[in-house]
């Protein structure tokens, strides 16, 4: 709490809670989901449209630099030489169209200069009125990358996890209250 205190960079728990209370009224956020065939999301959100957005959250140059080598092994999807499955990034999967429809960066002040094209850049700083309190603004408003709506199943799997995180909270505080 005493970091809080000083006027240095916001941590990644303080963007995470401050883009969450912005967006929790006009849409179904959840913090560090990961959609089936995803990665995890620093935060996901389903708009009102019913498409998946994601925000990745950047803390320091070298985690934004990282962020571009994420791979997975794709086993449906085979090499026509090496017959070997295919390893495609993150960021390949985003261009090609593939998970959410917009993609953003979240970033303290002045953190990212190049932002890719199909992405956008949300840069977040503290209020100089009220240090616990976090200002965000849009300098790149990120581009729709495809209009598909998410499959109903995901939801119901976002919904179900964000149900049974609340209740897990429940049972702790209920047991470290009785202990």
Known sequence: MLATMNNDLPNCGEITHAMLG????????????TPSFWWECDIF??????????????????DFSADAKKGRTIYGLFDIESREPVRRTKHEMIVAGEGPSRFWFVATL?????????????????????LFRLKERVIKKAPRIH?????DSVVKHAKATCYYRFHNERICNYRSKKG
Do not use: H, M, Q
């Open 147 to 151: 209009s598909r709506r998410i499959c």
């Open 22 to 33: 912005r967006r929790w009224r006009k849409s179904f956020v959840l913090p560090r989901y």
């Open 110 to 130: 002045g953190l990212i200069r190049d932002i890719p094209e199909w992405a956008g850049l949300i840069e977040i700083c503290r209020s100089s009125s009220n």
């Open 45 to 62: 959100e389903i708009t009102k449209a019913g498409r998946f957005v994601e925000y990745e959250i950047k803390t320091s140059r070298g």
